[in-house]
């Protein structure tokens, strides 16, 4: 094996012969280079949701690519590709009069979303709204604004100055929220929330909190943002996490499941008021990226999104969950897992220590689930069968034991 990949979020010194070495997949199955199978139980980054080998996306991107692979989309410059896959995330989205902002990564999609909340202030004459206000376990990326934005306090640790203007406030407390508000509101641009906190360890808000986040940003003339790079894409039952709590963002990210990781692709909706803000005649939205409508990785996520909706995956997350949620509940009940959270079809089971260990058991056996801290998360292809689902929590049980 060489040593020439750095890999992310590693420990550069570890050997390569340590990696598993991932060569195939179909449907929710993967396999290594020695011919093992694993049961993908975190649908390869919490993103795979309609499985792995489906030809419709091949094609599609074949199609696609055999025509042009990729041109700019920067003025005078169009694609249909990129117009139709915007029309159907809009289609499903709470602002289906909206319009979106296209990149490739989680990461660039945060870091544009700051960077749009903050000029819709500077374009309202409010100069001094730069602070975003974040959540303690808020994963938003690694990118400078997106490691700034971070609650997962080492994941900003080591790199030097971050972005100014963030304040923390604790994950579900509305109170301290508040505050925050009653001190800074005239200076806040947005609040920045995932509305189910995903890689900080699966985190569903509490009731009520949402709401209560967008209360705040009305009665203060903050903007509302949704990070749904995890929960978008049906993750959480619906479309968006937006539509599963009923709370309507100004403005919301999304990557990962809208091409279930064909290619990358990545963006932003922005609202039809935010739209009417950027507008105006002469305003030059001046960011933006070379791969921002790539057109193959837009071809791939209209397959995606086609088959999405052809199958019925949204709901069907609502299944998967019911499945993991009654396994959970029994290694709740035979003392094996202290707890257990979640919704949709991402779960978390609270083992109340170290999980790696349990996590490299499962791995040894066959089965992909990631280590948290203290849990393991759960978030499978939507597509899972009940065997397979069974084979998780098989497996999940016997590590523990
Ligand atoms: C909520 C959220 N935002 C942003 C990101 C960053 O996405 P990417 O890794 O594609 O840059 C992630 C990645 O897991 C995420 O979960």
């Known amino acids: 094996m060489s040593n020439s990949l750095l890999h992310p979020f590693s420990l550069p010194e570890q050997a390569a012969s340590d990696y598993v070495n991932i060569v195939r997949g ?119 604004g997106g490691t700034s934005a971070q609650g997962i306090a080492p994941n900003r640790e080591g790199w030097g100055d971050l972005v100014p203007h963030f304040i923390e406030v604790p994950h579900d407390d509305l109170e301290a929220t508040a505050q925050v508000f009653a001190e800074h509101g005239d200076r806040i641009a947005a609040v920045l929330t995932e509305p189910v906190q995903g890689a900080g360890g699966v985190h569903p808000p509490v009731d009520g909190y949402l709401e209560g986040l967008r209360r705040l940003c009305d009665q203060h003339g903050a903007l509302l943002i949704f990070d749904e790079v995890i929960c978008g894409f049906g993750r959480t039952g619906h479309w968006f996490g937006a539509q599963a709590f009923g709370v309507t963002p100004d403005l919301m990210t999304f990557a990962k499941g809208v091409t279930s990781g064909y290619l990358p692709l990545s963006g932003v909706i922005v609202s039809r008021d935010i739209c009417a803000e950027l507008e105006k005649p002469e305003f030059l939205l001046r960011t933006g990226y070379t791969y921002s409508g790539h057109h193959a990785s837009c071809a791939a996520g209209i397959a995606n999104l086609e088959i999405m909706t052809e199958e019925g995956l949204p709901e069907r997350a609502n299944h998967v969950g019911e499945k993991l949620a009654e396994g959970l509940a029994a290694l709740a009940s035979d003392g094996l897992i202290e707890s257990w959270r979640g919704m949709g079809a991402v779960y978390a089971a609270e083992l109340g220590r170290d999980s790696v260990p349990t996590r490299n058991e499962m791995l040894k056996n066959g089965v992909i689930v990631r280590p948290i801290g203290t849990c393991l998360a759960i978030c499978p292809p939507l597509v899972i069968s009940d065997d397979e689902i069974g084979r998780i929590l098989d497996t999940m049980e016997s590590a523990l034991k």
Request: glycine residues 10%; hydrophobic residues 35%.
């Open 26 to 144: 179909e449907g929710s199955i993967v396999f290594d280079d020695s011919g093992k199978d694993y049961v993908d139980g975190l649908a390869n980054l919490w993103l795979c949701q309609v499985g792995y080998g489906r030809t419709k996306i091949v094609e599609a991107v074949t199609n696609q690519m055999s025509q042009i692979h990729a041109y700019n989309t920067f003025p005078p410059f169009t694609n249909s590709p990129a117009e139709r896959i915007t029309e159907m995330i809009v289609e499903r989205s709470p602002h289906p009069d909206g319009r979106v902002f296209l990149g490739s990564s989680g990461s660039e999609a945060v870091d544009t979303v700051l960077k749009i909340a903050r000029v819709v202030m500077q374009q309202r004459g409010q100069t001094e709204r730069q602070i975003i206000v974040k959540r303690t376990n808020g994963y938003h990326g690694t990118n400078f």
